[in-house]
């Protein structure tokens, strides 16, 4: 591939995601020591100025390490061995949940969610009643499920776990927090976890945990071994020096300061609306060529979109728009391998980018021997562009 092309490369997958400049040039500063007061002030500031965006009364934990180690720590932290949890499956990334829940001998109830669905109320409600008389010590949930393009609604599902149970509510948040509102207290969610290569903007290797005052004293009391995912040590730590326990990415952090200071300048409602803007505008090009997609309007995430493409391959699509555009999508995970391409449209993405894909999918299209819609795409994607700015 030349050098133009590397220069001028689209990255549109479910993370990681594109990085800011201002962002990238907040990570070049010079380093500084995670035990100096530059580091304290830094970390506090990130920490707090969070907040919002997780919907939490406390400062948000952040640990160095992929966003499946911020899952382990929720479960490591909360679970014991032998503790029944239920887990709500509806795609690859609750299916790892459950299996981390597994791996530490929690006794895991599997809610099993059609691919390419949201879990229901009712569903989960019917699921407990049918577990009536176990102990369920925690109900994890996928928020946004990567893998389908699919968002749970959150606060119905935290709403049914309080009225049924007195179980912790633990949410993988990793690909929608950032994007999409979120109250912990509201939504009666206890532990809610990120990472920094999805809506966050900032390159892998960030993980987030926000805690709701249940959650708090969860880990607090937990007894369960753990050492370099023991968030009581990361808790007390920030509370005491205003640090983290082991030598944290301090760079990454400095990044992430540069993404609270560009969510403040937009403001947050308004990265919240923009997210929604560029699910509608992508979902009505994909129609408006023929291509189905795999969810629901109402099922639908504002950050990632899944296509199954009929009578065309959907990784030969993928391919094309790599080796011709420059643009990088993802494939399906585990049952949908081979099936659906999935395009990400988080953090760092504009209306506009929107239509790079599109129009890059019209001519893929052509490509493939469909009756040309050169134009159509776009047309229509701006035309919900024009009527929600
Ligand atoms: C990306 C993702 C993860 C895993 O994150 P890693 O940083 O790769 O460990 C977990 N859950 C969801 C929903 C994701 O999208």
Redesign the pocket.
């Given at each position: 591939m030349s050098s133009l092309y590397l220069d001028q490369s689209y990255l549109f997958t479910?993370?990681p995601t594109p990085i800011p400049n201002v962002v990238n040039a907040a990570m070049a500063r010079p380093m500084i020591g995670h035990r100096s007061p530059d580091f304290s002030v830094l970390i506090e500031d990130v920490a707090t100025r969070l907040q919002p965006v997780f919907g939490t009364k406390h400062p948000v934990m952040i640990l160095t390490s992929?966003?499946?180690s911020a899952?382990e720590a929720a479960v490591v932290n909360t679970v014991h061995e032998g503790d029944h949890a239920i887990v709500i499956v509806a795609g690859s990334?609750g299916d790892?949940l459950a299996s981390i829940a597994k791996n530490y001998g929690a006794t895991v109830h599997r809610l099993s969610i059609e691919w390419g669905k949201s879990c229901s109320t009712e569903q989960l409600e019917a699921f407990i009643d049918s577990l009536s008389g176990t102990p369920i010590k925690a109900v994890f949930g996928?928020f946004?499920e990567?893998s389908t393009g699919v968002l749970n609604p959150i606060h119905a599902l935290g709403t049914v776990v309080k009225q049924k149970t007195d179980a912790l509510f633990i949410v993988?948040g990793?690909?929608c927090i950032g994007a999409v509102p979120v109250d912990m207290e509201q939504d009666n969610i206890d532990l809610l976890v990120t990472?920094s290569?999805?809506a966050l903007m900032l390159p892998?290797g960030l993980a987030f945990v926000a805690v709701s005052d249940r959650g708090l004293q969860a880990i607090r009391e937990c007894p369960e071994r753990r050492f370099y995912l023991d968030l009581k040590r990361y808790v007390d730590t920030y509370e005491k020096q205003k640090s983290t326990p082991f030598t944290p990415a301090v760079s990454l952090i400095q990044g992430a300061q540069a993404v609270c200071d560009m969510i403040e300048e937009e403001g947050w409602d308004n990265v919240i609306k923009r997210h929604l803007l560029l699910r509608d505008m992508m979902r009505a090009g994909i129609r408006e060529l023929g291509l189905p997609l795999l969810t629901s309007d109402a099922d639908a995430s504002p950050t990632v979109t899944a296509v199954k493409p009929e009578g065309l391959s959907a990784p030969d699509i993928q391919k094309a728009l790599k080796k011709d555009f420059s643009i990088t999508i993802a494939g399906g995970q585990k049952d949908l391998k081979g099936k659906i391409f999935r395009i990400g449209h988080m953090g760092y993405c504009t209306p506009f980018d929107v239509l790079k894909v599109l129009s890059a999918l019209e001519m893929t299209l052509a490509k493939f021997g469909q009756a040309p819609r050169f134009g159509s795409a776009v047309k229509k994607a701006e035309e919900v562009y024009v009527q929600h700015v």
């Open positions: 479910p993370g992929s966003g499946t899952l990334f790892r996928t946004n990567t993988d990793v690909s990472s290569q999805k892998p």
